[in-house]
């Protein structure tokens, strides 16, 4: 069985100029976007986030995506994930008014991709860190 853990990583862009180096998102932008995991054989995978600080006001989302963009160079994102078609999760949306975490649980996804999406609400501030993990076939 193979299992993924990793720390989700954040960028303010959705573009060929997204780094996705930072571990902490700062919800007081406007948008956030988490750098794209690659599912691949994952038959399940948990998606949890957590704001311990401010007062975040605003949406996070899941967003899937079945494009099929070239990698880079190491392997773990898209060239442009701004190049890629992203629909919504339905369901899977958490608004946040106060500091707070939320866990979402993904039995079944047949899509290739899932990031998660940051919406402000204006008057945000606080920052998230998330962790990815899922399990699946070798």
């Known amino acids: 069985m193979r299992v993924a853990a990793e720390n989700l990583v954040w960028d303010t862009v959705e573009s060929s100029s997204a780094t996705y180096t930072s571990t902490s998102g700062d919800t007081s932008n406007t948008a956030l ?19 311990a600080s401010g007062t975040p006001t605003g949406t996070f989302k899941l967003q899937g995506s079945c494009s099929n ?7 773990s994102y898209p060239n442009d994930a701004s190049a890629m078609v992203w629909d919504d999760i339905s369901g ?7 500091s707070g975490h939320n866990t979402w649980n993904v039995d079944g996804a047949s ?3 899932v990031r998660v999406v940051w919406t402000e609400t204006p008057g945000s501030s606080g920052s998230v860190t998330g962790l990815f993990y899922g399990k699946g076939a070798t």
């Open 33 to 51: 976007y988490s750098g794209p995991i690659a599912l691949r054989h994952l038959s399940g995978y948990a998606i949890q986030l957590n704001i």
């Open 69 to 75: 963009p070239r990698i880079t160079g190491n392997g």
């Open 111 to 113: 899509y290739l991709w």
């Open 92 to 98: 899977a949306t958490a608004t946040y008014a106060a």
